[in-house]
């Protein structure tokens, strides 16, 4: 129904910056609620970045200051530029979209992309 894509992290000296981007395409009405989460090595996955309900900005304390997320409607991308990088940072990250789908009135269901790998050196 719907589909994420990332695009592809890469490998970053820390302090450095990388931009990651998520396509979002499929057989959606409307989207509400777009976020980016990661799953470091041997941890649980976790909120990374949000845009709540298409106006209010949610960040994790560890990230707040350094990342920026954004959502372009009509490209229908969901981005989050990362800069001040950490090796803390080092993970798996997804990309995630609660959206409206189906006939008639349709339901808001969630989709995950496949994640994409970030490692930061030191």
């Known amino acids: 129904q719907v589909q994420l894509v990332e695009s592809e992290g890469g490998q970053v000296q820390a302090g450095g910056s990388l931009k990651l981007s998520c396509k979002v395409s499929g057989g959606f009405t409307s989207l509400g609620t777009v976020a980016w989460y990661r799953r470091a090595p041997k941890n649980e996955r976790e909120l990374v970045a949000a845009?709540?309900?298409?106006?209010?900005?949610k960040y994790a304390d560890s990230v707040k200051g350094r990342f920026t997320i954004s959502r372009d409607d009509y490209k229908n991308l969901v981005d989050l530029q990362m800069d001040s990088l950490k090796p803390e940072d080092t993970a798996v990250y997804y990309c995630?979209?609660?959206?409206?789908?189906?006939?008639?009135?349709?339901?808001?269901?969630?989709?995950w992309g496949l994640g994409t790998s970030v490692t930061v050196s030191s």
């Open positions: 845009i709540i309900n298409s106006d209010a900005t």
């Open positions: 995630f979209v609660n959206a409206r789908v189906g006939k008639g009135w349709g339901e808001w269901k969630d989709f």
